[in-house]
């Protein structure tokens, strides 16, 4: 109570804002704003049920035990529960959704939110397919915040139903019939507690029972005698029928129906987890796993120069590539992902990727190092396609020795591995700064002279990122080549990363805590001395080969520095001298590490955190929010300090964290500070903690942050249809004085069609709003997903930010018809004597009424035996048929457990039925099969010993749009809470 009592101080008394609840709360900090702490939001609901169906799945694949897996999920898991989180929570933040209702199933607006739903179930399949997974998180998290709040929002709940409403996702289930226009809803209440105001026919057990919703504010208007959504901040409430039937919360002050709340939520959390399970057998438990990043080891990305002066290099990558899938094929991970982008000029690509270690080799074995010409190379142009086919997180690893020709694509590349977290690392091996003349390589039939700072674009990328730039040469490019091993090892983190420019003394420190395991050093630049002190204070000059604290490999451009085992706990330094810049990255091997966003406090119609996008507003107050990974159930291990550090590891600003709720098996624990004023310089993340024994644990975020005084905030981002245009709108805010900004628009698919740059001013603290126009390729494929990028730059100041919006292609007429299920025959001889002993049977039709033919078909539920045939089954109890049997030849067997059965190839004509003989004990009276199409419908086929489930498609209505205002009221009940809370206490 006491840490839920603190944050209640540090979030309601520094910000003094209220708004309305509307839908279920989408984070915890709404719990706090409402002072519902036992509601449950939209994000413990969507990550409870992630859990629960990844946990569930992993068992089914025998891999590991629950215990394992939670504490073994990994950064990148949570990094992907984070997206899926962060988009249904945006549902109530974006200014394109969070007033619309038929985003929230509100106002009546049946058809519309219905439509939303099954439509944002496509685009996460044609995803999924496309293997484009960023994406589907996106439409996925949209998809559940919609479908969640449909049990909040409607009187499902009040009419008595304990199951989920299937129609909303599978037309061909029954629908429940929907209230009329001109159909009264609700009787007048009188008290923040309403019972029993719905009208008879909207309530428990009625015969003739009809589904409703309620209506918020004013627009659209609320015909007399409806619902309305209700609670303090609903200005419809007084309108009658007064009162409202929201379940959002716990709190009677926001919801009237707070007494159903934990019961919405729980049928809530079940349409979760059906969609998540229907979702998993639709695309098969590998691509599931895929989606969420779970179980698998950190990507190899490569970026390579294929002139022909890169013969060296190129052999150094494949060998480092070799080591890596040796090693990697010991471990019961996913295997990862693999991607290769060469590049010169003026081709780049084509981009290789592939889960499959053995083809990914046979990539590298293809490259050949030829041609040669101009200096500059397409180099930009290749990290933007490894970024937007690498998942977030992975690091990059560029070999060249030439300066970039698509200087211009800068900003666009920055914002990409900014906004997915990742690392770029350049291995040049030619820099005449450092090298001298007489061991410069010769590539170039160009004479002219080159500029010294040609790479500078790579070293600023690589700083901003959390990368490194490594200077070398062909002959030492195969021993610096380590450090991609170092790099993208299982559980690596980060204890320190710092930069030197030209200083003649060096001072850094790193934490090691006696969870970490393979301690590395990295070293960039070229040093006169360096000393390394243990916690101890014993003593080792690292230019040395040999200590007793440290082993040192000395390449040319870096030194690798590797700790002796047992290394011993506690702070260590590390002094260094050189005239020349130098970079420090120390890792090391822990499940323990963390996730960092930036957020503000919404004040329009929800209640919570908005997180930001793009960089933070330098010198304005903000919430900083942490997910600690990785840590067991019973680790002892509490953090509550970060610290932001300068880009030499001066210490900026320190941010006190508190726990954002209660400990629990079905998150990452998840931590949140105050930050009075974002800091005006670029700074890293360090988090600090302690461990039972009282020693301090610290992680470290690589990347820097650049904070600014300009924001880019997109309305939405629409799909794409082949052949068509179409437009993305964007507000660009200015915090600063008034100026002239630059904008430039870029995407991975030269959709775009003015790319930029466009200059505008905008006044002191002003606005501006523009668009950008794409057109689609007539050829472009489904499920594709374009990335569109826009950088925005003050002419006059380093200001700068960015905004990366994902686009998916969707066919312009899909295919949205579900396959049929058709029961032919039942015959049964089920007794009620001994149920052991006999058994019933069925056969069904199954065929497809669109356009993608039958794709898979699974036994969902049922302890019987089904068997696929070209022809109609055998009669009666379908029994064995002898080898030469016509039907021999064409029929599979499926049983409850199996996965989904491929059976496209077994129908040769799109039109042709399949059919299927089902034979069951009679102590298992009934079975479920699921069917899909090629386009991922799915069909739902019933089947019983006694009849045929009867199926009924009914459409329902909806549309609408939806608006509140702010209200101070919560503010005096929180300050009454927080000083009624603190006196408790005393």
């Known amino acids: 109570m006491k840490r839920n009592k603190t944050l209640c101080i540090t979030l309601i008394c520094p910000i003094l804002l209220v708004v309305p609840c509307m839908g279920f709360l989408p984070n915890f900090w709404s719990r706090v704003l409402t002072l519902s702490w036992d509601s449950q939001t939209h994000q413990f609901i969507t990550e409870r049920a992630i859990l629960n169906v990844t946990m569930e799945t992993l068992k089914a694949n025998q891999k590991h035990d629950r215990t394992e897996q939670q504490s073994g999920l990994g950064r990148a898991f949570w990094r992907a529960v984070g997206e899926v989180v962060k988009s249904n929570a945006a549902m109530d933040f974006l200014s394109s959704t969070r007033s619309d209702p038929v985003f929230h199933f509100d106002s009546e607006r049946w058809d519309g939110s219905v439509g939303v739903l099954r439509q944002l179930w496509t685009q996460t399949l044609l995803s999924l397919k496309a293997r484009e997974y960023q994406r589907a998180r996106h439409t996925l998290g949209q998809l559940f915040h919609s479908l969640q709040d449909f049990y909040s929002h409607s009187n499902w709940v009040e009419l008595g139903h304990q199951d989920i409403y299937l129609h909303l996702l599978h037309p061909e289930e029954p629908a429940v019939p929907v209230a009329k226009s001109d159909t009264p809803t609700c009787m007048e209440c009188f008290s923040l507690t309403c019972r029993d105001n719905l009208l008879l026919r909207l309530r428990r057990s009625h015969r003739d029972s009809l589904l409703t919703t309620g209506y918020f504010s004013t627009a659209p208007p609320k015909p007399e005698g409806k619902c309305s959504h209700g609670g303090v901040m609903d200005s419809s409430r007084a309108l009658g029928a007064k009162g409202g039937i929201n379940k959002d919360s716990t709190s009677p002050l926001f919801s009237p129906h707070h007494y159903l709340h934990k019961e919405a939520a729980r049928v809530a959390t079940e349409a979760t987890l059906a969609v998540l399970r229907d979702l998993r057998d639709t695309v098969g438990h590998k691509h599931f796993l895929n989606l969420l990043s779970v179980d698998q080891v950190p990507s190899l990305v490569f970026v390579l120069d294929t002139t022909g002066s890169m013969f060296e290099e190129i052999t150094a990558a494949r060998l480092r590539a070799h080591s890596i899938i040796s090693q990697r094929g010991l471990s019961p991970q996913q295997p990862g992902t693999f991607i290769l982008v060469p590049f010169h000029d003026p081709e780049v690509g084509p981009v290789s990727e592939t889960d499959d270690p053995q083809e990914f080799m046979q990539y590298m074995e293809n490259l050949l190092a030829l041609g040669g010409g101009d200096e500059p190379e397409m180099c930009l142009s290749a990290i933007q396609l490894a970024l937007t086919h690498s998942p977030p997180l992975s690091e990059i690893f560029v070999f060249t020795d030439a300066s970039p020709k698509d200087a211009h694509l800068f900003d666009a590349v920055k914002a990409l591995a900014l906004e997915k977290q990742s690392k770029v690392t350049f291995l040049l091996t030619e820099d005449p700064r450092y090298v001298p003349e007489s061991r410069a390589k010769i590539r170039r039939r160009s004479t002219e002279t080159l500029p010294p700072d040609r790479f500078s674009l790579y070293s600023s990328l690589s700083a901003l990122s959390g990368g490194m730039t490594i200077f070398t040469t062909d002959s030492d490019i195969h021993k610096v080549s380590a450090i991609v091993e170092d790099n993208i090892a299982t559980d690596k983190v980060t204890l320190l990363h710092a930069e030197s420019d030209g200083e003649q003394t060096s001072s850094h420190s790193f934490l090691v805590d006696g969870s970490l395991r393979n301690v590395t050093l990295h070293v960039t630049g070229f040093l006169s001395e360096c000393l390394l002190t243990s916690p101890s204070g014993q003593n080792q000059p690292l230019l040395n080969e040999q200590g007793p604290l440290a082993e040192t490999e000395h390449f040319e451009g870096l ?58 507003i330098a010198g304005v107050p903000a919430f900083l929010v942490l997910a600690v990974t990785g840590l067991n159930p019973n680790a002892e291990i509490s953090f509550n300090l970060v610290t932001f550090l300068g880009a030499n590891g001066e210490s900026l600003q320190q941010v006190a964290l508190n726990s954002s709720s209660h400990p629990s098996a079905f998150s990452a624990e998840e931590l949140v ?17 302690w461990d039972s024994s009282g020693a301090r644990v610290e992680r470290v975020s690589s990347e820097m942050v650049q904070p600014t005084h300009v924001q880019i905030q997109v309305f939405s981002a629409p799909h794409l249809v082949p052949g068509h245009s ?5 507000d660009l805010l200015n915090h600063g004085p008034g100026r002239l900004f630059s904008l430039t628009a870029d995407d991975d698919c030269g959709y775009l069609q003015n790319r930029g740059p466009h200059r505008f001013p905008v006044g002191e603290r002003g606005s501006f709003r523009g668009q950008v126009d794409l057109l689609t390729s007539p050829s472009a494929r489904a499920g594709a ?10 002419l006059s100041s380093p200001d700068s930010n960015y905004a990366v919006i994902y686009l998916t292609i969707v066919p312009p007429d899909p295919d949205t018809a579900p396959p049929t299920c058709t029961i032919t025959q039942v015959h049964s001889s089920c007794t009620s004597s001994d149920c052991s002993e006999s058994k019933w049977s069925a056969s069904l039709a199954l065929s497809d009424r669109g356009r993608s033919g039958l794709a898979s078909v699974q036994i969902r539920r049922g302890e019987g035996l089904a ?10 109890d379908m029994p064995e048929m002898p080898p030469h049997h016509p039907h021999h030849h064409h029929r599979a067997k499926l049983r409850r457990g199996d996965p989904p059965f491929n ?84």
């Not at 001298?577 to 119609?605: C, K, P, Q, W």
């Not at 500070?673 to 903690?689: C, E, I, N, Y």
């Not at 068997?867 to 009666?876: A, D, R, S, V």
């Open 559 to 616: 030194y690798r520095i590797r700790l002796l085992p047992p290394v011993q706990p506690g702070q260590w330094e590390l002094q260094a001298e050189s005239d020349r810049h130098m970079t420090f990255n120390v890792i090391g091997e822990s499940s323990v590490d963390f996730l960092y966003y930036f957020a503000t406090v919404t004040n329009e119609t929800h209640p919570g955190l908005a997180r930001m996008e793009g960089s933070p």
């Open 673 to 689: 500070g105050w930050v009075q004023a974002v800091p005006r310089d670029p700074f890293s993340v360090t988090l600090t903690g």
């Open 726 to 730: 179409t437009i993305v709108t964007f």
């Open 785 to 794: 997903t374009v990335t569109l990028t826009l950088s925005v730059q003050d």
């Open 867 to 876: 068997t696929l045939f070209h022809k109609p089954p055998p009669t009666e």
């Open 903 to 986: 059976v496209s190839e077994w129908v040769q004509v799109p039109s042709q039925p399949l059919w299927v003989g089902y034979v069951s004990p009679c102590c298992s009276s009934s079975a479920e099969l699921l069917l899909w199409d090629g386009a991922g419908n799915m069909k739902r086929c019933y089947v019983t010993s006694g009849q045929q489930r009867a199926q009924r498609d009914r459409s329902t209505d909806m549309n609408g749009e939806r608006r509140t205002h702010a209200s101070f009221v919560l503010v005096i009940l929180g300050l009454l809470y927080c000083v009624l809370s603190q006196r408790m206490q005393d």
